[in-house]
């Protein structure tokens, strides 16, 4: 009885780790060579569909130094969003009140070597999609699922 509540411990304890490993967990040499440029305009694509741009701030939650991350950061950017990066200084001068403030989450992996899943977590909803490499190009396996 003993080993196995030392046993449900050690593997509750590894799913709680696993809940919060977020960022991008793709081989870049295996993966098609302009996936996080594509992945991270989709993606922004997608969450500028969902929220104004001009009215919402984003905060990354997570540091952001994979391709991925950057892409995501400078793609949300293009499209007019405010976006601060875990790791930046805060301005003082900056009114955010009459902006909707969401935090924002990430998680790219490769589900095998042709199909990958982009997971974005923004404030309490997720939005997923996955795509396949079909001829050596990335196309969406479906369009994007909205979980609120």
Known sequence: ?????????????????????????????SSPPDISETLAEGA?????????????????????PDKFGLELLSSLRSKGFAVAAQNAPATEDSDTTSYQSLSLRYVLDATDKNSYRVMIFLGNQTI??????????????????RKE
């Not at 922004?44 to 952001?64: C, D, M, N, S």
Request: with cysteine.
């Open 1 to 29: 009885m003993r080993k196995n509540l030392v046993l449900l411990a050690l593997i509750l304890a590894g799913l709680v780790g696993c809940a919060k490993n977020y960022g991008s967990f793709i081989d870049a040499k």
């Open 44 to 64: 922004a694509k997608e969450i500028a569909a969902l929220y104004p741009p001009a009215r919402t701030h984003i905060k990354f939650e997570q540091k952001t």
């Open 128 to 145: 997923a999609r996955a795509y396949v490499v079909k001829d050596n190009a990335l196309a969406p396996a479906g369009a994007w699922v």
